[in-house]
Nanobody
Framework: QVQLVESGGGLVQTGGSLRLSCAASGRTFSRGAMGWFRQAPGKEREFVAAIQWNGYSIQNPDFLEGRFTISRDSAKNMVYLQMNFLKPEDTAVYYC??????????????????WGQGTQVTVSS
């Protein structure tokens, strides 16, 4: 059984930083693409960033402005999201997702096979 567990969320002031972690277990993710999505109340889930096994990554250019950085440690089955200069509009539940068989990153939620339960990020103004 595949499990993804996020951690690192919390309450932070505008301009602050958080580092989210996602621990994968149950199978090897060394080749599968992994991503971060977020969902704010009343809004659809939206793509944040994704990364391939070789380190190639993509980000959502619409709102990140280079503030977020995704990384992974395939040996440890971990993926991270470093978030800097946080804004109140970044408030959302952040989800980790994995593609179990595909190595190519994608922005489409339905392309991902496994999801974590999410971690809440709240940015106060």
């Amino acid at each position: 059984q595949v499990q993804l567990v996020e951690s690192g969320g919390g309450l932070v002031q505008t301009g602050g930083s958080l580092r989210l972690s996602c621990a994968a277990s149950g199978r090897t993710f060394s080749r599968g693409a992994m991503g971060w999505f977020r969902q704010a109340p009343g809004k659809e889930r939206e793509f944040v960033a994704a990364i391939q096994w070789n380190g190639y990554s993509i980000q959502n250019p619409d709102f990140l402005e280079g503030r977020f950085t995704i990384s992974r440690d395939s040996a440890k089955n971990m993926v991270y999201l470093q978030m800097n200069f946080l804004k109140p509009e970044d408030t959302a539940v952040y989800y980790c997702a994995a593609r179990l068989e595909r190595i190519v990153v994608t922005r489409i939620p339905t392309d991902y096979d496994a999801w974590g339960q999410g971690t809440q990020v709240t940015v106060s103004s």
